[in-house]
């Protein structure tokens, strides 16, 4: 027993010293600026279109409609891999994922829920259209903050596992020949300026303005905790999540 929680405590310590490196090495990085154009008709219904150019590529992030379930469902939530690292790595079924999108257009769309406008973007390329991924915001772990989240194909993952060999599905449509580095990063900057937008024009998120954006990413998923790492986020701590399995991942935190 004293031996595991030994090798517990050096995987956290050698955990932390590997981030801290990494970040420190981004001290110089310039997070690319976010367009935010945030239109809410006289109903309070929102639509929000955000356009950010990151290495030569400019993406574009939607307010999340009802039409986007196909492509969620497709390209993110049915997929093994993509989810292998998120939440409890499991897939979502088609329903659940009708739920989860009919949840985040409610927050666009009603100016009375608790989130309102803490929401879910679709993400694509601007210039070819292309479905890339899912970024979203919600309610964090402690009042007065604001969780991230992304989820990409991941055929436009800057890394993406030797053993891809595309979708088994062939109505899935492939990104074409355009390689991607940088759509996690382009999503994680975004969407901390969206925040930090959301709490300069008073919208709060369960009754109180957030003072941070936090995530999560398992020490095993590089690609997450290094774009967030690039967009500003710091260590406050490792452990595991309740109700995510028994991963220890990087609590990570930006005060806005
Ligand atoms: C995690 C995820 C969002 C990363 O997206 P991405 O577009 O590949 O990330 P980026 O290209 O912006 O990479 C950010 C940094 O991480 C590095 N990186 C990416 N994948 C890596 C890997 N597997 N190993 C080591 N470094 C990696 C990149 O080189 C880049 O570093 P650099 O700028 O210093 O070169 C994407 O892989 C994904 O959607 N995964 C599935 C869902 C998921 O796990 N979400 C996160 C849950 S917490």
């Known amino acids: 027993m004293a031996n595991s929680d030994d090798n517990t405590t050096h995987l956290i310590e050698d955990a932390k010293r590997k981030f801290n490196q990494y970040a420190d090495g981004q001290k110089n990085f310039q997070p690319p600026l976010a367009h935010i154009d945030i239109d809410i008709d006289s109903d309070g219904a929102a639509s929000v279109h955000m356009e950010v150019q990151y290495k030569d590529v400019q993406y574009r992030f939607e307010s999340v409609q009802e039409k986007d379930v ?19 790595g499991q897939t979502s079924s088609l329903k659940a994922t009708i739920a989860r999108v009919e949840t985040f257009v409610d927050r666009f769309q009603n100016r009375y829920c608790p989130l309102y406008l803490y929401s879910g973007f679709v993400v694509s390329d601007a210039q070819t259209e292309t479905f890339l991924g899912l970024v979203n915001l919600g309610s964090g772990p402690m009042p007065a903050t604001a969780e991230m989240a992304f989820l990409n ?30 759509v996690g990063t382009a999503e994680a900057c975004a969407i901390i300026q969206y925040a930090t937008r959301l709490k300069q024009e008073g919208y709060t998120i369960n009754g109180l303005l957030p003072e941070a954006v936090v995530g999560t990413a398992r020490l095993d998923n590089e690609g997450s905790w290094k774009s967030l790492s690039k967009a500003g986020m710091t260590l406050s701590h490792i452990d595991v999540t309740e109700d995510y399995g028994k991963h220890l991942r990087y609590q990570l935190q930006k005060s806005i």
């Open 153 to 182: 194909r991941s055929d436009c993952w800057s890394r993406p596992p030797e053993t891809i060999s595309g979708y088994a599905d062939t109505s899935v449509k492939s990104p074409g020949s355009r390689l991607y580095s940088g």
């Open 70 to 88: 196909q492509d969620i469902y497709q390209y993110l939530n049915s997929q093994p891999l993509v989810r292998a690292k998120y939440a409890d």
